[in-house]
T-cell receptor
Framework: DTEVTQTPKHLVMGMTNKKSLKCEQH?????MYWYKQKAKKPPELMFV???????INESVPSRFSPECPNSSLLNLHLHALQPEDSALYLC???????????????FGPGTRLTVT | AQSVAQPEDQVNVAEGNPLTVKCTYS??????LFWYVQYPNRGLQFLLK??????LVKGSYGFEAEFNKSQTSFHLKKPSALVSDSALYFC???????????FGTGTKLQVIP
C-alpha cells in the first residue's frame, strides 16, 4: 500500500475560524511533510517531521501549527488564516528524510483550502 | 545550497513522438535527483530517481532519465508519448547533506493527438 490519505478534500474557512487538516500513511514511513502549493507553482515546503519530531520549520507563520501524534498521522492546525493562505496543502511521507538513502516522497491528493 | 531549473514552461509533442523534459541542477555535494508528475487537482506522483550507479534510470509508465554529471542535467525522456502523459512534471533535487528537497518550477507537457 503506497497511499497517503488526506482529509478533508476541500475546506472553506473564514479568517476567524479554527480548522485542522489530517494526513495518514500506513507504509511505516518515518518522515512526513507538509507542503503548500499555489496554482501552477511547485510545492513549497512548510514542515518536516522525522521520527515524530519536528526537524524543519521553513519559517512558517504561527497561524499554521503542525502536530505529529504518532508515526502514521500528521495534522496541520489552522487559525486566523489570511486569504493569501488559500492553496492546495499537500502531505507527503518517505522512509527517511535525509542521509544517503535518497528516499522518494509519496504525496497525498491534497486539501484545497479557501480562506474567505 | 541546492537549486534546480526547468527551462521550459511548456513542452508540446505529437502523440507517438519521443519526448524530453529538461532539468538542470546545482548542489555542493552528491545530488539525489527525482522526477514527479502531477495531474490536475491531484498530488504529485513519483516517477523515478537517481541516487548512484547507472546514469540511465528507468521509471514508471515507460519514462526514463539520464544523469549527466558534467552537464549537471537530469532530463526526463520517453520514446513514444501518449495523450495521457499530458500533465505537469517537476524535477527535484536533494543535496546529500540535507533533508530538504527543492522542486523545479515545473514543465507542462502537452501531448497532441
Amino acid at each position: 500500500d503506497t497511499e497517503v490519505t488526506q482529509t478533508p478534500k476541500h475546506l472553506v474557512m473564514g479568517m476567524t475560524n479554527k480548522k485542522s487538516l489530517k494526513c495518514e500513511q500506513h507504509m511505516g514511513h518515518r518522515a512526513m511533510y507538509w507542503y503548500k502549493q499555489k496554482a501552477k507553482k511547485p510545492p513549497e515546503l512548510m514542515f518536516v517531521y522525522s521520527y515524530e519530531k519536528l526537524s524543519i520549520n521553513e519559517s512558517v507563520p504561527s497561524r499554521f501549527s503542525p502536530e505529529c501524534p504518532n508515526s502514521s498521522l500528521l495534522n496541520l492546525h489552522l487559525h486566523a488564516l489570511q486569504p493569501e493562505d488559500s492553496a492546495l496543502y499537500l502531505c507527503a511521507s518517505s522512509q527517511g528524510s535525509g542521509g544517503t538513502e535518497g528516499y522518494e516522497q509519496y504525496f497525498g491528493p491534497g486539501t484545497r483550502l479557501t480562506v474567505t | 545550497a541546492q537549486s534546480v531549473a526547468q527551462p521550459e514552461d511548456q513542452v508540446n509533442v505529437a502523440e507517438g513522438n519521443p519526448l524530453t523534459v529538461k532539468c538542470t541542477y546545482s548542489v555542493s555535494g552528491n545530488p539525489y535527483l527525482f522526477w514527479y508528475v502531477q495531474y490536475p487537482n491531484r498530488g504529485l506522483q513519483f516517477l523515478l530517481k537517481y541516487i548512484t550507479g547507472d546514469n540511465l534510470v528507468k521509471g514508471s509508465y515507460g519514462f526514463e532519465a539520464e544523469f549527466n554529471k558534467s552537464q549537471t542535467s537530469f532530463h526526463l525522456k520517453k520514446p513514444s508519448a501518449l495523450v495521457s502523459d499530458s500533465a505537469l512534471y517537476f524535477c527535484a533535487v536533494r543535496d546529500g547533506g540535507y533533508q530538504k528537497v527543492t522542486f523545479g518550477t515545473g514543465t507542462k507537457l502537452q501531448v497532441i493527438p
